[in-house]
């Protein structure tokens, strides 16, 4: 079946410019998560979604961070105002209730 | 807080030797256990895992862990290294009731010919 797809894979912006990051998780999941990997670094946890509310906000880096999801599936990473800073691989992943996490390929993030 | 360590940030193996990561957790409850690898430019794959019953669990492409709760360890072993096994491996933990997971912050094996 299908996995969790992320997209773009790749986004290259300009320092100001806001950016939109998509991820459809696997379909039935209700647990929704987003992370950041920097360059050789590990995972950094944004936000995660229970269905459509985000019981757990607590790893957004700031507020030009925000995130949605919407019918219980599809979610949307915005950053606004972009950094340099912000330059990272973005990492969506979906579970079941008490199931492992299951990894999209990521979006490349450069901010230039 | 839950938190997990994984020991040593770069790991080098001979092709055909043994490999072994270590993981620790932290908490008085046992929690879920997972080992996730990465290979370039790609998302993280599940390896195993870990939740009740048999503490030695068997994995895709001949890895193995240990659960041992007396050691609060989840160390992945596999006897005979390949040179596609050359990746990032992240162990990560999940408390029985909540829903946040914890990611050591990563080992990279190398796999010497």
């Known amino acids: 079946g299908a996995g969790v797809s992320q997209s773009p894979s790749n986004k290259v912006t300009e320092k100001g410019k806001d950016v939109e990051l998509r991820c459809d998780p696997i379909?039935?999941?209700?647990?929704l998560y987003w992370y950041r990997q920097s360059l050789g670094q590990g995972l950094e946890f944004l936000i995660y979604?229970?269905?459509?509310?985000?019981?757990?906000k607590s790893g957004l880096p700031s507020d030009r961070f925000s995130a949605e999801r919407t019918g219980g599936s599809v979610s949307t990473l915005t950053i606004q105002r972009t950094q340099q800073e912000d330059s990272a691989v973005y990492l969506c992943?979906?579970?079941?209730?008490?199931?492992?996490?299951?990894f999209g390929n990521g979006t490349r993030l450069t901010v230039t | 807080a839950q938190s997990v360590t994984q020991l040593g940030s770069h790991v080098s193996v001979s092709e055909g030797a043994l490999v072994l990561l270590r993981c620790n957790y932290s908490?008085?409850?046992?929690?879920?256990l997972f080992w996730y690898v990465q290979y370039p430019n790609q998302g993280l794959q599940l390896l195993l895992k870990?939740?009740?019953?048999?503490?030695l669990v068997k994995g895709i492409n001949g890895f193995e862990a240990e659960f041992k709760k007396s050691e609060t360890s989840f160390h992945l072993t596999k006897p005979s290294a390949h040179m596609s096994d050359a990746a990032e491996y992240f162990c990560?933990?999940?408390?029985?009731?909540?829903?946040?997971?914890?990611f050591g912050t990563g080992t990279s094996l190398t796999v010497i010919p």
């Open positions: 992943a979906s579970s079941l209730e008490t199931g492992p996490l299951h």
């Open positions: 379909s039935g999941h209700t647990a």
């Open positions: 979604f229970q269905g459509n509310s985000a019981p757990d």
């Open positions: 908490s008085s409850v046992p929690p879920y």
């Open positions: 870990y939740t009740t019953g048999a503490t």
């Open positions: 990560a933990a999940k408390p029985a009731t909540g829903n946040q997971f914890y």
